[in-house]
C-alpha cells in the first residue's frame, strides 16, 4: 500500500515536470484575476467611539433587596440590545440621510435591518459597561456619519429611559408602600385580637411560665409564713396558759384588810400554784392535772355561793398576753385566707399549662411577622426619599449614568481589506491552480510512465524497455523550457511584490477610485 501512494505520488512529480508550461499559464491566469480582484475590491472605512454605560439602572439602586438581582452579564446584554434594537438605527438612518423621510416602508425596513447587522458593539473584558460601538462603509465620511448619529440618539434615548425608569421606580415603590402599610394594619390587629383573647395567659411582660414561678414562689412563701406564725402563736399560747389571770391580794399590802382566808384566797392560791406547776412541767403532769381540777371545783363552788369579793387583782401581764395572742390570731387567718387565694391562683395557671406553650409561640410568630412587614415598611419609606433625591438630581445638573469616553473617530485609513494577506493567498492560490491543472489532467488522461503500470493494467509481462534518449536540440528545449518556468515563477512573485508595492504607494486606491467612478457614470446614463 505504500508503495503504491509513494508511486502516484511520483507520478505526479513527473507529469508536473512533464507539463510544467502549462502550469506556469494557468498559475498566471488565475494570479492575474486574484491581482485585479484585490486591487478593486473596495476599502472599508471603521469609525469607532467608546461609551461608559453604568450597569445599574435607576430602579436598581432603589430597589436592590426588594426584586431579584440581574446578572451583570445579561444587563450588558440588555445594553447591546438596547443599542441595536430597532427605534435607535431607523433613527440613525433617517439622520444619516441613507433614508429619505417619506422613504418606502419596505426600503426602510430593509436599510434598518441591514445597519442593524453592520453595527458592532463589543464590550470591554477589563471594565464593566465600556462600550466600543463600531461601524464600517465604503465612504469614511458615512461611517463617521453614522456612528456619530448612534451614539447622539443613545445618549438622548438614554435620558428618556433614566426618566421613565425612575417615575416606574417610584410608581413602584408607592404601590409597595401602600400594600406593606396595609399589611402592616392587619398584622397589628391579628396581634391586638390574639393578645385580647389570651390575656389570661399573656398577662404581664415574662410570660406564662414566670407567672408561674412567681405563684409557686408566693405559695411557698405564704406557707413558710403561716407555719411561722403558728410556731408564735403555739409558744404565745404556752405562755398565756403559764400566767395566773389573777394575782394574790397577799402580794398587795393596800390589800390586807381583806380576809385571807375562805374559798376566794383559796382559789388564788391554787391558781398561783398551777401556774408554778406550769412552769416546772407539762399539762400532762398529775400535780398539774389535780391542781387544775381542785380549781374547776372551786371556781364551781363560788359560782354557786355567789362570793362577789375578788379572788385577787386582775394579772396585767395575762391581759397583754391574750391581746397579742388575739392579733396573731388574726393574722394567722388573713394568712391562710391569702395563702387560699395563693393556691387557686397556682392552680389556674397549671390548668392553662396544655395551651401556654402554643399561646406563646403564636404570639411570637404574629410579633415576628409584624417586625418584618414594619421593618419593609420603614424602608420602603426611606426608598422613596431616596427616589424623591434621584428625581431631584435628575432635575439638576448632576452627570449622568453614561458618558462617551472616545468620541466618534473620523478614519483616514482604511482597515478592510487585508490586501498583503490576499496577495500572499491569491500567489499560493495561483501555485496551487497550475499544480492541480497538472494533476487534474494526469488523473483524466493516465498515461503510462513505467513497465509495471503496463504489467498492471494490461496484465501481460513486458519483455523491454527502450529509454528516450534526448539529442542535443531536446535537451536544449528542455533546459529553455526549465528556464522558462523559472523565470514565469519569478516574475510571478516579483508581480505579487508589485502589486503590493504599489497598493501601499497609492496606485491602487487611484485605480479603484477611477474604474468606481467609471462604472457610476455608466450606470447614471
Known sequence: MLDETLERLLFYVRQLRRRHLAALAVAWLVALAGWAAVLLWPDSYESRARIFVDPETVLQPLLRGLTVEVEAERRVEAMRRALTSRPNP???????????????????????????????VEADREVAGLFTVSWRARDPQLAHALVAALVQVFVETNARTDRADLERARGFIERQIAAQAKAL???????????????????????????????????????????????????????????PRYLPLSAFPAYGALPQSGPAAELARLEARLAELRQRYTEAHPDVAATRRAIEELRARLAAEGDGRPAGLPNPLHDQLAA???????????????????????RELLARARIAPEVE?????????????????????????????????????????????????????PVAPPRTLLLAGVLLGSLAAGA????????????????????????????????FVPDRHARRRQRLAALVTALGLLLLAAGTAGVWLAEKRGAGAWLRTAVHAALAAETAT
Open 436 to 467: 492541480g491543472y497538472v494533476f487534474a489532467r494526469a488523473a483524466l488522461e493516465q498515461p503510462f510512465e513505467t513497465a509495471r503500470a503496463l504489467e498492471r493494467t494490461f496484465g501481460l509481462p513486458v519483455l523491454a524497455v527502450i529509454p
Open 185 to 243: 394594619d392587619e398584622a397589628e390587629r391579628r396581634l391586638a385580637e390574639f393578645r385580647k383573647r389570651h390575656v389570661d395567659v399573656l398577662a404581664g411582660e415574662q410570660g406564662y411560665f414566670f407567672q408561674l414561678d412567681q405563684a409557686r414562689a408566693r405559695v411557698a412563701g405564704l406557707r413558710a409564713e403561716l407555719e411561722a406564725a403558728r410556731a408564735r402563736r403555739a409558744e404565745l399560747a404556752r405562755r398565756l396558759a403559764a400566767t
Open 324 to 346: 397579742q395572742l388575739a392579733a396573731l390570731d388574726a393574722e394567722i387567718a388573713s394568712i391562710a385566707t391569702r395563702l387560699e387565694q395563693a393556691e387557686r391562683d397556682e
Open 90 to 120: 431607523e433613527e440613525v438612518a433617517r439622520r444619516a440621510g441613507l433614508v429619505a423621510e417619506e422613504a418606502d416602508p419596505r426600503a426602510l425596513a430593509e436599510t434598518v435591518r441591514q445597519l442593524a447587522r453592520e453595527i458592532r
Open 361 to 413: 409561640a403564636e404570639l411570637k410568630r404574629l410579633t415576628r411577622d409584624y417586625e418584618v412587614i414594619r421593618r419593609n415598611y420603614e424602608e420602603l419609606v426611606a426608598r422613596r426619599e431616596a427616589a424623591r433625591i434621584a428625581d431631584a438630581l435628575q432635575d439638576g445638573d448632576e452627570p449622568v449614568r453614561l458618558r462617551i469616553v472616545d468620541p466618534p473617530s473620523e478614519p483616514v485609513l
